[in-house]
Nanobody, 114 residues
Framework: QLQASGGGLVQPGGSLRLSCAAS????????MGWYRQAPGKQRELVPS???????NYEDSVKGRFTISRDNAKSTVYLQMNRLKPEDTAVYYC??????????WGQGTLVTVSS
């Protein structure tokens, strides 16, 4: 199970930090990541991070978002800075297990608006 938190309403240029805690052992988790889905759009990968801390960012968030993970706590974080209205979406965390199974969190809404 994944429990995400940290979404909310923020003004353009502001910051938010999302957290997602997994109930699985960190030894069984390969990558962790954040996806987002805006109204009328497909879900897209925002950043992901492997168990060896290799990261992969979607172009529009490079330099503004930072993903990190605490392996001891099986938790992944997403620090979002300089938020834009187009970042508005429901953000989902996911984990990819060693054996390939993928788990999804329940989603947390991020709204960037003045």
């Amino acid at each position: 199970q994944l429990q995400a938190s940290g979404g909310g309403l923020v003004q353009p240029g502001g910051s938010l930090r999302l957290s997602c805690a997994a109930s699985e052992s960190p030894f069984n988790i390969n990558s962790m990541g954040w996806y987002r889905q805006a109204p009328g759009k497909q879900r897209e990968l925002v950043p992901s991070i492997s168990r060896t801390w290799n990261t992969n960012y979607e172009d529009s968030v490079k330099g503004r978002f930072t993903i990190s993970r605490d392996n001891a706590k099986s938790t992944v974080y997403l620090q979002m800075n300089r938020l834009k209205p187009e970042d508005t979406a429901v953000y989902y965390c996911n984990t990819v297990m060693r054996w390939g199974e993928v788990y999804w969190g329940q989603g947390t809404l991020v709204t960037v608006s003045s």
